[in-house]
């Protein structure tokens, strides 16, 4: 089995250690990763700002670069969910379609694909989980409060098998953080008071740390969490599930 | 006239007191678990909301049979129904019946269709003086604002505002917000109002094309209070309300309560069938744009629409803007994707105003598809030409940088070295993340640059 890495743009360029952690984590539960070097953007920034016209050369882009593999496997439920959903092409429909069905988010492909059942890691710390609305919502990571469902959490799950690590409960268990592409720039004043309620909430319950399945909501709190001179630090979820903490 | 100011800068102006956006998200926050505890009474909620989605579909469907039908038995029932194409028409058909009765004040129970067509500036325009009889309604009335959320048309005013108004317009004492004596004050003043009106205007929450009867949902009881005390009743509805049997209401009368509220269901569910001896019922269909709605595929779904409010209550961004910050009828993720069909140029911003974090299309309990919608109309209103010019340039850049993987890589090496090495460049309040958000701190080395020096070779 090959695993195609798909790194998102922002954390290409800002987060290098997440998609480290990611590359080290798949390689240390056996997987071959091979990381396409020509890859940029998914083209969601576009598609969710109504541009989705203007895609079309991300999207082939995209194709060129991953139809090969068996897999594709992303630190990201959002740029995931967008290929899931968007993903076309008037030159390679097939190809399109079969990364439809090939393209995981990490935490999904740990659960569900490799079906992993402990993880060599150790992360003593509090940790509060953000559940991110695409990948929520969105790949269904995790039950949803709005639904009448039995209750489940993958990347819970996941994090349960770290030695030491303190999950923390939160009064508002998977309200959006408000970082949504370029709603946050759009939406300042909205963007900041949702991530500003959501800091505030693991803070609250004391998390030393916030991690989740998505950079793009982590680096938006993280801004939020250092103009408030925090020492409450976002890590991706890959970061824990790859810790050797001592 | 002065544009309507959009979603985002309403927002912001609603933004900058701090507590009272907290005591709005709280508020609503409070009104959404309600309705998940209510929701989680039924363990065959998920099923109901299916059940619903599906007659709904079928209703949209087939909505030209169900009218007639429903026109047909209603006309048997001697009720007396109206057609109109859109809100000055139905303004006008209002006015008409009351012009035929001699009547000059009446008093209205909710109706967000009548908010729509702004009947009730339409009607004080020709000397006809309305009266709210919905507590909330009664209100933003009295502040001469419109209502901000659908089922609580005044949840974004405190009590103390209240008072005032009631002090101003009532008569209460100066600074009493005890909802008790307030809600006593504005009961004495609406029963004066009931007992003296000959016209009741009322809205519709189901009407039922098998039995040609029609079904108002409310909690004060003021629609049966306006409805039964009066000569005339008019009832004004959209063309989407229509169910197709009655045995259908146990459905959407589980549904709409629980949704809206987190009751089981409203205090009063009234039928009107048959107008009372003497008297004369009136039922105004109304369309203004639904048609055009019902023929866009992608949001034909909106109309499913039971008008819960759930939505609203739910979204994190509806939260923390308020009700008017969406300058429509209807405000949230469901005004977000009606809105666009009535007016598409004046409300181009409110498909943007969203996350789309998909917590609307979980709680809608006929499972309209909001979020996706939204998405759908940014599409639309961007190939329609609303989008602004910066955006649209901007996008075009970043669709340049991002088709080609060295001018990506340039790119990103010299933003970061920017950021880096001459941090002002961005962190100025040119900058809207970082008026209130540090920037993130750029590495040196991407992941493309750290793969090559570490994983290359081995690949090669």
């Known amino acids: 089995m090959t695993v195609g890495l798909f790194i998102p743009c922002y954390v290409d360029q800002f987060y290098p250690n997440a998609a480290i952690a990611t590359l080290e984590l798949l390689e240390k539960l056996g997987v071959r990763v091979v990381y396409p070097p020509r890859q940029t953007c998914c083209g969601q920034p576009m598609a969710n700002s109504g541009f989705e016209h203007l895609t079309k050369e991300s999207n082939d882009l995209f194709i060129k670069n991953f139809k090969e593999f068996d897999y594709i496997v992303a630190p990201s439920g959002s740029c995931v969910l967008h290929m899931k959903e968007h993903l076309h ?96 720039v759009a939406e300042e004043a909205v963007s900041v008071k949702m991530g500003k309620d959501r800091v505030a909430d693991h803070l609250q319950h004391e998390a030393a740390y916030i991690t989740g399945a998505d950079m793009s909501c982590l680096m938006h ?21 790859n810790a050797q903490e001592l | 006239m002065k544009e309507t100011e959009d979603h985002a800068t309403l927002a912001e102006a609603f933004n900058a007191d701090e507590p009272r956006v907290n005591w709005h998200d709280e508020t609503l926050w409070f009104i959404r678990q309600k309705r998940d505890k209510a929701a989680h009474t039924i363990p065959d909620w998920e099923l109901l909301r299916e059940t619903a989605s599906q007659i709904k579909h079928n209703v949209l469907s087939n909505l030209h049979d169900y009218l007639l039908q429903f026109e047909a038995n209603a006309k048997a029932n001697g009720i007396i129904v109206h057609w109109a194409a859109d809100a000055a028409e139905h303004n006008q058909i209002v006015h008409a019946i009351l012009q035929k009765h001699g009547v000059d004040r009446i008093v209205k129970s909710k109706s967000m269709l009548t908010e729509e067509c702004h009947l009730n500036e339409y009607l004080a325009e020709h000397g006809i003086e309305v009266i709210d009889s919905d507590l909330g309604e009664r209100i933003v009335q009295l502040a001469k604002e419109p209502p901000s959320h659908i089922v609580l048309p005044c949840i974004h005013k405190k009590k103390e505002e209240i008072g005032d108004l009631f002090h101003e317009h009532l008569g209460t004492a ?10 006593e004050a504005a009961r004495q003043h609406l029963r004066e109002t009931f007992l003296t009106r000959r ?89 203004n744009g639904r048609s055009t709605q019902l023929g866009r595929e992608d949001f034909r779904n909106s109309l499913k629409c039971i008008r819960c409010g759930a939505c609203m209550n739910t979204c994190p961004v509806y939260r923390r803007s308020g009700g008017h910050s969406y300058h429509a009828a209807v405000a949230g993720p469901i005004g977000a994707i009606l809105a666009p069909n009535l007016d598409m140029k004046k409300n181009a911003d409110l498909p943007f105003a969203s996350t789309l974090c998909g917590s609307c299309s979980n709680v809608c309990p006929v499972k309209i598809d909001i979020h996706q919608q939204l998405y759908k109309w940014r599409q639309v209103i961007v190939q329609e030409g609303y ?6 340039m901007g996008m075009k850049a970043m669709t340049q940088t991002f088709a080609s993987p060295s001018t990506f890589k340039l790119a990103g090496k010299a933003g970061r070295w920017f950021m880096r090495n001459v941090p002002f460049v961005l962190n100025n309040k040119m900058n809207p993340w970082y008026k209130q958000r540090e920037m993130p701190e750029p590495p040196k080395e991407s992941f493309g640059e750290w793969y090559l020096r570490n994983r290359k070779k081995t690949d090669e």
């Open chain 1, 89 to 184: 092409s008037d030159r390679y429909p097939a190809e399109a379609k079969a990364i439809q069905g090939k393209v995981y988010e990490l935490i999904e492909f740990l659960t569900d694909v490799l079906q992993v059942e402990n993880l060599q890691a150790r992360f003593p710390h509090k940790v509060g989980l953000h559940q991110s609305c695409h990948g929520q919502r969105g790949l269904k990571l995790a039950s949803m409060t709005e639904l009448v469902a039995p209750a489940f959490s993958k990347p819970e799950q996941l994090l349960r098998m770290v030695e030491g690590l303190e999950l923390v409960e939160l009064t508002r268990k998977d309200e959006c953080c408000g970082f949504g592409g370029t709603f946050c």
């Open chain 1, 221 to 241: 709190m993280e801004g939020i969490l250092r103009r408030q001179k925090s020492n409450v630090k976002v890590l991706h979820i890959a970061e824990i599930l």
């Open chain 2, 174 to 183: 100066p600074g009493v917000s005890d909802p008790q004596v307030l809600t």
């Open chain 2, 199 to 287: 016209a009741a205007l009322t809205g519709v929450n189901f009407a039922v094309a098998e039995t040609g009867e029609f079904v108002i949902c409310t909690n004060e009881g003021n629609a049966d209070m306006g409805a039964h005390l009066a000569d005339v009743h008019i009832a004004c509805v959209g063309i989407e309300k229509i169910i197709p049997k009655r045995e259908h209401l146990g459905v959407f009368l589980r549904l709409l309560a629980r949704s809206a509220t987190g009751q089981p269901i409203t205090t009063y569910s009234s039928h009107f069938k048959k107008p009372r001896e003497g008297h004369e019922l009136h039922l105004v269909f109304v369309d």
């Open chain 2, 387 to 392: 989008a602004d010019r910066k955006k649209t």
